[in-house]
């Protein structure tokens, strides 16, 4: 059972920069393949982007690349979005998820465990 915790959401304007965390419980969170989601207001959650337990494999959504990474620090159990030049559609509750080890699927069922979430709201 792994638990995960979303924080570091909030409000930046166009342009800006913002990091959100997802902290993780259990003594193996290494051993999981970890991912960002999000969830804008009448959309389905979209995939953002994955990494794999050692951090040596990362994926992302077309709309993240070049803009957004993806890292974890195992002796933290936490993973990180880090998020720049936002735009106003990158609005949205933006959940981490954990899967066991392989493959870094896009689709939401795929993942096994999912955070409350944390919102991001970029005014222009």
């Known amino acids: 059972q792994v638990q995960l915790v979303e924080s570091g959401g909030g409000l930046v304007q166009a342009g800006g920069s913002l990091r959100v965390s997802c902290a993780a419980s259990g003594r193996t969170f290494s051993s999981y393949a970890m991912g960002w989601f999000r969830q804008a207001p009448g959309k389905e959650r979209e995939f953002v982007a994955a990494i794999a337990g050692s951090g040596g494999r990362t994926r992302y959504a077309d709309s993240a690349k070049g803009r957004f990474t993806i890292s974890r620090d195992n002796a933290k159990n936490t993973v990180y979005l880090q998020m720049n030049d936002l735009k106003p559609e990158d609005t949205a509750v933006y959940y981490c998820?954990?899967?066991?080890?392989?493959?870094?699927?896009?689709?939401?069922?795929?993942?096994?465990?999912w955070g409350q979430g944390t919102q991001v709201t970029v005014s222009s």
């Open positions: 998820a954990a899967r066991s080890p392989g493959a870094l699927p896009v689709s939401t069922p795929r993942y096994d465990y």
